[in-house]
């Protein structure tokens, strides 16, 4: 383990060396070879997690796009800044910390690993990833693809070990930062660590996004988007829309809809193009969500489609009359499972959608902009997206709020995360 950390810090030496233009040099290559071999390095997903391949090609076109944005924008977020003060001169510089290591999860096995790499290797740093066990050949082909785009050898290493030994890692006093996605537990026990050094990390962890239509929401176009929040990677995602909030008068015009358009969703195998929903990635994610589903229904769910697994295949399903003490309200649900409430006034609207240990994001329906956005301030939230799902985006910042984490990702916010932000005063004698 010290050798392989070792080929990291000495790459980076050199690597933090090179001026910005040249790191970014690297970004066109790499999101060439992307593009080109996107059905290659889809299948490579699909096969491992079962993402319908349609959904796996567009999240390697999105590292791709993301490749672009930092390409195109990168310098300008790093350049020195001069600020004006009593000093003849002072200024801040954004420098490299060293080796950084991100631990990843396997529901987004390329785009989660990408969006954490690309800023942070850019800002003059080297990365090391311990992916999730389930995706072994996505990550070493991960590796391979930042090395054929000519980024030094060091630069980008995949860390096949087991979750046990990631706080050696972590203490190593290679590494100067962390950077983890997925579960709350695995946050705490990362942050754990990684305050035991006084090292940083940054966190992006679950969700329980709340998905509120108000009455005078378009809602067909409302349907169509909810349908994709949820069930988009069947659901296992933690920016998906988990709690769906309706306004008393269209409750039962939406649930309706909603129903015929998840009984028409396309189920069959991920490899055929035209599949819009496949399995879980593991059939213990699908019981665990059985489970949570049938305490539901125990404690006064009303279950309107759906509700049955076959191994890790878990049907759509929609339930209503879901109350607050529910396990599909309470915890986050990985999986295809549309939990409805049916609320009176914004404001109750709101005070459910607060109703969560999580904070990542909120999607609002209505046609009043200017009303809404009065409230925007009252969710306790990472991001709101008024009639639009909650996503990520290479131009944005992405966090989130209470047990949902801390940090950012993304835009200029992503890159200064493993960066020293140096403070410069001169004055001439």
Not at 103 to 130: D, E, H, S
Request: with cysteine.
């Amino acid at each position: 383990m010290q050798n392989f950390l070792k080929v990291s810090e000495n790459t980076q030496l050199s690597w933090r060396n090179l001026s910005i233009q040249n790191r970014i040099s690297f970004l066109s290559q790499l999101a060439q070879l992307l593009l080109e071999n996107k059905e290659e390095y889809a299948t490579c997903i699909t096969t491992e997690m079962h993402k319908p391949i349609s959904q796996a090609i567009a999240e390697v076109e999105k590292c791709a796009l993301l490749c672009n944005y930092y390409y195109e924008n990168a310098e300008s977020f790093l350049a020195i800044k001069s600020i004006k003060t009593d000093a003849s001169e002072s200024f801040v510089t954004y420098e490299s910390l060293g080796v950084i290591l991100g631990v990843m999860p396997w529901n987004f096995p390329f785009w989660q690993v990408f969006r954490f790499a690309v800023p942070t290797l850019i800002a003059g740093n080297t990365v090391v990833v311990k992916h999730a066990s389930n995706v072994p050949k996505s990550a070493e082909l991960i590796q391979s693809i930042f090395e054929q785009a000519g980024f030094p050898k060091g630069c980008y290493q995949d860390l096949p070990i087991p979750s046990s030994e990631v706080a050696k890692v972590i203490a190593n006093p290679i590494i100067k930062a962390v950077s983890l996605t997925g579960s709350e537990q695995a946050g705490v026990a990362v942050a754990t660590e990684a305050g035991k050094h006084l090292k940083k990390c940054v966190l992006e962890l679950g969700g329980n996004n709340a998905f509120i239509v108000l009455e005078d929401a378009d809602l067909e176009k409302a349907v169509a988007t909810a349908v994709n929040a949820r069930m988009q990677n069947a659901g296992q995602s933690c920016i998906a829309a988990k709690r769906f909030f309706i306004q008393e008068n269209i409750a039962a015009e939406f649930i309706a809809q909603f129903k015929v358009a998840i009984q028409n969703l396309k189920k069959g195998n991920p490899l055929a193009i035209e599949t819009q929903i496949g399995s879980l990635a593991r059939p213990d994610l699908a019981e665990e969500l059985e489970v949570q589903v049938q305490k539901s229904i125990q404690m006064g769910a009303k279950l309107i489609i759906g509700g049955n697994r076959k191994g890790a295949f878990y049907e759509p399903t929609l339930l209503t009359e879901v109350t607050t003490e529910m396990p599909i309200f309470k915890e986050e649900t990985f999986g295809p499972v549309v939990a409805i409430t049916i609320f009176k006034t914004i404001d109750d609207a709101i005070e459910l959608s607060n109703q969560s240990e999580f904070g990542l994001g909120v999607s609002i329906f209505t046609q009043d902009i200017d009303f809404i956005k009065t409230k925007i301030s009252a969710f306790n939230e990472g991001a709101v997206f008024v009639n639009e799902m909650v996503k990520s985006d290479p131009r944005l910042p992405f966090g989130g709020v209470k047990k949902s984490g801390y940090g950012r990702e993304l835009a200029i916010e992503g890159i200064k995360e493993f960066v020293n932000i140096k403070t410069v005063v001169i004055n001439k004698l």
